[in-house]
Each structure stands twice: as C-alpha cells, then as structure tokens.
C-alpha cells in the first residue's frame, strides 16, 4: 500500500489515481486528498469532486465499484 508523500497517510485506489490524473500520469509518489487540495489551494471536497467526475467520465485510472 502506498504512502502519502507529504504526511504518510496509507492511501486508497483514489488518491493514487487523482495524484497520477493531476499531477502526472507516471507518478510513483502520491498525495492524499488533503495534501493534494493543499497543493493546489483548493478545498478537499473540490478534489473529491474531480475524482467524481472523472469516474463518470468513464477515466481508466479510476476503477469502477
């Protein structure tokens, strides 16, 4: 399991997907959403939206439930 970058939090499917969709698709270091929203000055729940979107979207780095 992968590790936030920035504050160590064990990182879920998501925040590694949003971290390789934002920030750069090879990434082999991550952000949690926080870290991430605090990166881009935005809210979490911003971030959390995108991840949203993007699933409807039908992007193939999100799995699908």
Known sequence: MSACRQCGKPLTPDEVA???????RGAS???C???LA????????DIEERIRHFK???CTLFKQP
């Not at 949003?18 to 750069?24: G, Q």
Request: glycine share 4%; hydrophobic share 40%; charged share 40%.
């Open 29 to 31: 270091e991550f952000l």
């Open 33 to 35: 959403i926080d870290c």
């Open 38 to 45: 605090r990166y881009f000055e935005v809210r979490p729940e």
């Open 56 to 58: 409807e979207m039908g």
């Open 18 to 24: 949003i971290t390789r969709k934002l920030i750069h």
